[in-house]
Structures are given as C-alpha cells and as structure tokens.
C-alpha cells in the first residue's frame, strides 16, 4: 500500500512584529520585524516532509508567489500544487509581539479564501492513501464547498480522511453541528482540549473521547504539555505524556504532532508508537520559533 499523504490547506506568511516598546499613535517606532512560513496546511506538509513521509500538498497563493513557495516546498520533501490567483495575495498574518510577551494577531487569508474545486482534482488523490485537512480549511464556505468535494471524492475511493479542529473560534462560529455533519465518518479527528470541551460539551476526557469516537473512527485529544490522548468509541485507549521541555513559541505544535502522529501511523505502526511520534514531533515544534521545522 502506498503511504502518501494529501494535505490541502492554506499557505500563509507570518509576519512578526517585536516593537521597541508601546506603539505609539499616529508616530513611529522602532520594531523587529521578521518572516516566518506559515499556515496550518503548509505547516503540516513541511513536518510531513521532515520525517521523510511521501507528501503532497494542496492550496492556493498570489500569482506571483507560485514559483517561491514551490522552490521553498520542494526543499523540504514535499510536492506542492499550487493554484494562482489574479486578484488576491497570498496569506498573511501579523504578529504584533508586546514587550511583556503577549501576542496580538492580524490575519489575512488572502488567496486561501478562493480555494475552489477546480484546485482540487481528484487527480490529486491517485496512489494517496491518507487526506489531512485542518479545520481552517472549512470554516469559509468557498475552501469548505471545495474540500467537502474532495472529501466525497475520497469516501468514494476509500481514502481515509484525517481532520484537526484548529479553532475553538471559529468551530463557534460555524457551529460545532455543522463541522460535525462536514467531517462525519471521517478516519482520524484531531482536536485540542478546548475544542474536545466545545465539539462535546463536556470537560471529561473520557466522555470526550466517547461522544467523538461515536463519529469518528479515531480521536486524538491533544493536552499540550500534558501530551496526548487516543481513543474511539469505547473510550480512552492510550494516554501518553509530553516530554518537559523549554518552550520557545507554541506555533505549530499541533501542525507537527499531526504530522509525526499520522506518518507513523501510515508507516505501519501501533496506535501507541504513533501517538509517541506525534508527541515527539509536537514537543520539538515548541522548542523553536515559527511553525515549521527550522
Ligand atoms: N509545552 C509543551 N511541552 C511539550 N510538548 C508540548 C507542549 N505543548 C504542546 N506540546 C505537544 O504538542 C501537541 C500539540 O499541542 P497542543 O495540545 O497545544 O495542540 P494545539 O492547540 O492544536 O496546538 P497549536 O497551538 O499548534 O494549534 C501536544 O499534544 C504535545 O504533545
Ligand atoms: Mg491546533
């Protein structure tokens, strides 16, 4: 069986701002200002690719942008299809560091929002075995209705379909029934804590694992620096703890460990060593700034 996996999801650039001191309105001030790659998909893809998976990688940026990020991709082991867009830019997120450490967030998904069905042939599935898209990817109707295309595409070929839920948020402003309905049956469902507390109304790891398990085939319930847990519908199989380690910035940790978890998973191993690698992985994402390996 061939174990390559398709990631769709968005390409964005964080832009991270450290300022001097307050902002001052309406004047200037000193900052450093720094890039990073990001975007849930694309962080995904690079970690699938850091482990030497077989990856593809799905998504739309600016026009002008197609040849960089393919060239920045193809380094890291992973073959990127990339659609253009005329009109909008490529994603971008600002980051506005306080000199206390706390961080403010300005988003634009730019041309993630235009994702649509001809971006995603079902061509794009031919010798996969696994479809990885983050919750981001549904939460905007025109990458939903596209993804959800994919997704029925997939069911029809038996490809197994692996979702993380990405954002307390948003999951509230979709509604926790209809990304429910949207990913329905699917393989794998990734969530954190609070989205397992929203997507279930309960705070009980163990019921949280059951209400997600009569769904979804496996769950995965990430506890930061607790590690993870992995169930079904009997409930909690396999808890496992994270490593203590010194945290630099938290980005992508979720992006790596479902990197680590399901790669491992499609090389063939237990549910148990699985869960250790995406355990691994996330705890190395932590270590380093940005959401991609370094
Ligand atoms: N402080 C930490 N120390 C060690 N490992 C960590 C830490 N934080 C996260 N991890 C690892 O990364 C995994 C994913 O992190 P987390 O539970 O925060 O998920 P997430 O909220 O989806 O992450 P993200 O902030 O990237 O969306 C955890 O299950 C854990 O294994
Ligand atoms: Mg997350």
Request: hydrophobic share 45%; proline share 4%.
């Amino acid at each position: 069986m061939s174990a390559r996996i398709l990631v769709v999801g968005d390409v964005m650039t964080d832009i991270i701002v450290m300022p001097e001191g307050p902002m001052v309105k309406g004047s200037d001030r000193r900052a450093k200002v720094r890039n990073r790659p990001g975007g849930s998909g694309a962080n995904q893809a690079a970690w699938l690719g850091a482990v030497d998976a077989d990856v593809i990688f799905a998504a739309r940026v600016g026009a002008a942008d197609r040849m960089g990020y393919e060239n920045y991709f193809r380094g890291l082991g992973v073959v990127a299809v990339l659609a253009t867009d005329d009109q909008l830019p490529s994603g971008v997120l600002v980051t506005i560091v306080d000199p206390d450490g706390e961080r403010s967030f300005l988003t634009d998904r730019g041309a993630n929002l235009n994702l649509c069905a001809a971006d995603l042939p079902d061509s794009l599935l031919d010798d996969v075995s696994l479809v990885l898209v983050s919750g981001y990817s549904l939460f905007e109707p025109g990458p939903r209705s596209a993804v959800r295309g994919l997704f029925a595409a997939a069911r029809a070929r038996n490809i197994a379909i692996a979702v993380d839920a990405a954002s307390v948020g948003f999951l509230k402003e979709v509604g926790v029934k209809s990304f429910l309905d949207w990913t329905q049956g699917s393989a794998w469902l990734l969530a954190n804590q609070d989205e397992a507390k929203i997507l279930t109304g309960s705070s009980r790891l163990d019921k949280q694992m059951r209400v997600l398990g009569g769904r979804f085939d496996n769950v995965v319930i990430k506890r930061g620096r607790s590690g993870a847990a992995l169930g079904g519908r009997d409930g909690v199989a396999l808890t496992l703890p994270a490593p203590s380690v010194q945290v630099v910035d938290s980005t992508g940790a979720g992006d790596a460990f479902a990197a680590g978890l399901l790669s491992a998973v499609l090389g063939g191993a237990t549910h148990a060593v699985a869960l250790e690698a995406g355990i691994a992985a996330g705890a190395r994402a932590v270590q380093a700034i940005g959401g991609q390996p370094l």
